[in-house]
């Protein structure tokens, strides 16, 4: 019953460190995706994979590369952390759409990873 | 380009009273999705209902329950006789449908916080 698992849950990196954040899902969910939460912003969309071998920007892609490793797991790298990029950091996965539309898929969400940087 | 306002930042009321969250959206689609999801003080994202945009009902469960107007564009969210267990973050969601082109993913309100007081 692990869901969507995500590593590390806080980070403080420095200005101009690297590093990766972890998420793996065992519902064999087909989509994957990367959010960021900021205070007064919301969830907005950084990465997402619709399927294995696949991905593609979201609507705030810049400073972030993504891995689909394989199905369950979708990894979100940073290769020169900014102060810009603190914030709390949520993987979700998703169930294969209906028909092809994926539009309907509700999401599951992991715990969230808390990233500061100084 | 799809949008979700949610105007109300912060709720306060005392416990027991009803209180209703707005949410308006804006898409060019005729067939999308909304969401709503909770987020407690402990940080994760618990998803509370999925609505189409071709069923207007209103759907009613337990103490909560959600008004859908395609008319107004909007997706409310009423809680009746609140408890302090339901102070939380919560955020309303639109997917559009999506069949293999365009983007993937949730775009959500920038959320409402409520508190309720004992």
């Known amino acids: 019953n692990a869901g969507v698992t995500q590593t590390p849950k806080f980070q403080v990196l420095k200005t101009g460190q690297s590093m990766t954040l972890q998420c793996a899902q065992d519902?064999?969910?087909?989509?994957m995706y990367w959010y960021r939460q900021d205070p007064g912003m919301g969830l907005r969309l950084i990465y997402y994979?619709?399927?294995?071998?696949?991905?593609d920007k979201g609507e705030v892609p810049n400073g972030y590369n993504v891995s689909r490793l394989n199905k369950r797991e979708f990894s979100l790298r940073l290769e020169s952390a900014a102060p810009s990029q603190t914030s709390v950091y949520f993987c979700?996965?998703?169930?294969?759409?209906?028909?092809?539309?994926?539009?309907?898929?509700?999401?599951?969400f992991g715990a969230g990873s808390r990233l500061t940087v100084l | 380009a799809q949008k979700v306002t949610q105007a109300q930042t912060e709720i306060s009321v005392v416990e027991k009273e009803d209180v209703t969250l707005d949410c308006v959206y804006e898409?060019?689609?005729?067939?999308?999705?909304l969401f709503w999801y909770k987020q407690p003080p402990s940080g994760e994202l618990v998803f509370l209902i999925r609505?189409?945009?071709?069923?207007?009902q209103n759907e009613i469960s337990g103490r909560y329950s959600w008004n859908f107007q395609k008319s107004t564009s909007s997706f409310n969210f009423t809680i009746t006789a609140s408890q302090v267990v339901d102070s939380a973050v919560y955020f309303c969601?639109?997917?559009?449908?999506?069949?293999?082109?365009?983007?993937?993913?949730?775009?959500f309100g920038k959320g409402t916080h409520l508190i309720i007081q004992p």
């Open positions: 979700a996965s998703s169930d294969p759409g209906q028909g092809g539309r994926t539009g309907a898929n509700v999401l599951t």
């Open positions: 994979s619709a399927s294995e071998g696949t991905t």
């Open positions: 519902m064999n969910h087909n989509s």
């Open positions: 969601a639109l997917s559009e449908a999506w069949t293999g082109g365009g983007a993937d993913g949730l775009t």
């Open positions: 609505r189409n945009s071709f069923d207007e």
């Open positions: 898409t060019r689609d005729t067939t999308y999705y």
